[in-house]
């Protein structure tokens, strides 16, 4: 088993920044590909970035891309998300995935799920 447990959401204004954590522990964590996905009210669960499990290859989608980056501290077992020039459509809950497999983006590859932060952007 893999727990994930985020962390860093909070309210803040359009154009500030945010950090987000994920701790993971159980099994070999490490050698798991890290994701972190969103799901905005009345909207499905997207894709966000992803990392793989020696962090030197990164996806991001679109919306995001330029603007956040991913980045993974195998020694902490920490995955972060550092988010800058926030929008209010940013506004969502993040959650952290662990993906046994190749790096993806796709939400049904991923095996484990924090319980998600939530993060507020006001205008």
């Known amino acids: 088993q893999v727990q994930l447990v985020e962390s860093g959401g909070g309210l803040v204004q359009a154009g500030d920044s945010l950090r987000l954590s994920c701790v993971a522990s159980g099994r070999t964590v490490s050698r798991y590909s890290m994701g972190w996905f969103r799901q905005a009210p009345g909207k499905e669960r997207e894709f966000v970035a992803a990392?793989?499990?020696?962090?030197?290859?990164?996806d991001y989608a679109d919306s995001v891309k330029g603007r956040f980056t991913i980045s993974r501290d195998n020694a902490k077992i920490t995955v972060y998300l550092q988010m800058d020039s926030l929008k209010p459509e940013d506004t969502a809950v993040y959650y952290c995935?662990?993906?046994?497999?190749?790096?993806?983006?796709?939400?049904?590859?991923?095996?484990?799920w924090g319980q998600g932060t939530q993060v507020t952007v006001s205008s």
């Open positions: 990392i793989s499990w020696f962090g030197s290859i990164t």
């Open positions: 995935a662990a993906d046994s497999g190749l790096r993806s983006t796709a939400e049904r590859d991923y095996e484990y």
